[in-house]
């Protein structure tokens, strides 16, 4: 039986009411779905219909570009990798920067045509270059979807033109959103890009094709930092729009709005009410010391033990309440013992429901203690 020691700290932080709701306050939006999600926590602050399975538009593309990201990461492909494009790519219709059969595009340019003007050629052409064909990479976004709990989705294409079973939900585009902006932060420094341009380069020789960004909350929008937009005939006007304020970010989603300005008017009405609302509450810093353990047959007779990661918790700011953070420790550890090994946790609530927590990890190593060492040591405690 571990003895559990429990250390009571008192952080005057802000009450969590919508933690007893998984999809945080109902709001009256015009539109068939909205979601307002907080991305360091994954909180849903508020909702309408989170869970209907609607067409998405080109906000698809918010999956294609995760994919580019991680397929960078992971090394399988660079930015300044050269893209043939193929005619499949390039008869894609609706928005598109006008790719032709066999031009050569870099990855990089390919990826910004995707972010701020939502091309589908360009989308079309990257899915193939990363999976051989845009069939094989609508397998890998499902594959991906089910990864992150997308239990609303099912993507049929890589650019969301209309087709038949291609649906997601507000919730699911606010969960892969978050994914990409949170990993893959440098999307943002795209997709805030009012107007760029790229370079046509076929056998008619190099021609400039601007870009234009479709999303109107950057210029407009005090903090707006993204992400995509969408719509057909189908979908109607559809949106995720990021936005960052004085430590808070927030991620809008709008599916199914009746015209281009009411999703912008609706995400903001959504934005306005997080930032009026909210504000995001750390815990204790990854690092800190918060005590020591006994250890068993160790070099070291007790080790520090530190707080592993730092937990954020989404705080309402009218209500001033205090946060009670507590310590669950087991009352030692045996030699040998790396550094980072976990011991306990810390432990954040409210009113007596947990909002947080994160693990509690020795801060030093602990090597098996050797006999003339534990001779010295029985030889100093004796004597003193």
């Known amino acids: 039986m571990k003895k559990i020691v429990s250390i009571a700290l008192t952080i005057l932080l802000v009450c969590v009411p919508v933690y007893a709701q998984e999809e945080g306050a109902a709001m009256s939006v015009n539109a068939r779905a909205a ?20 067409p998405p538009a080109s906000v698809t593309k918010v999956m294609t570009i995760l994919l580019i990201y991680e397929a960078i990461e992971d090394g399988k492909i660079k930015p300044t990798d050269i893209v043939t494009v193929s005619a499949h790519a390039a008869s894609m219709g609706g928005s598109q920067v006008y790719l032709e059969a066999m031009e050569q595009q870099s990855v ?58 291609h649906y997601t939900s ?10 990409l902006t949170t990993k893959h932060p440098e999307v943002l420094e795209i997709s805030k890009i009012w107007m760029d341009k790229i370079t ?4 008619r020789g190099a021609s400039d094709f601007g870009l234009a960004n ?8 005090s903090g707006a930092t993204g992400l995509k937009t969408g719509s057909t005939d189908e979908a109607l006007y559809c949106l995720s729009a990021t936005a960052s304020r004085d430590g808070l970010s ?18 903001i ?36 033990y530190a707080v592993a990661e730092q937990v954020n918790m989404v705080v309402e700011k009218s209500v001033s309440k205090a946060m ?13 013992c790396p550094s980072g090994t976990k011991v306990g946790e810390i432990i954040y609530s409210f009113d007596g429901k947990e909002v947080g927590r994160s693990e509690l990890v020795t801060a030093k190593e602990v090597n098996k203690i050797k006999l003339l060492h534990m001779l010295n040591r029985l030889f100093y405690n004796w004597f003193n």
Do not use: W
């Open 269 to 304: 009405k959504m934005l306005d009410y997080g930032f009026a609302n909210y504000k995001v509450s750390a815990g204790e810093p990854a690092g800190k010391v918060m005590g020591t353990i006994k250890a068993e047959k160790g070099d070291l007779e007790e080790v520090p």
């Open 200 to 203: 046509h380069n076929t056998a």
């Open 324 to 336: 009670e953070a507590r310590t669950e420790i087991a009352p030692s550890v045996k030699a040998p």
């Open 35 to 54: 979601v307002l999600m907080e991305p360091s926590t994954g909180q849903v602050l508020a909702s309408q219909n989170a869970h209907d399975k609607l």
């Open 108 to 165: 990089r340019d390919l990826l910004k045509s995707i972010i701020i003007s939502s091309a589908n050629d360009a989308a079309v052409a990257m899915s193939e270059f990363i999976a051989g064909s845009e069939e094989g990479f609508v397998a890998m976004m499902n594959t991906r979807a089910a990864e992150l709990g997308m239990k609303d989705t099912r993507f049929v294409n890589c650019c969301g033109l209309p087709a038949e079973g």
């Open 214 to 221: 479709t999303n109107k909350l950057i210029r407009s929008y």
């Open 250 to 267: 927030l991620i809008s989603v709008i599916l199914g709005s009746p015209d281009s300005n009411t999703r912008f008017h609706e995400a």
């Open 170 to 179: 507000a919730y699911d585009i606010a969960v892969m959103s978050r994914e």
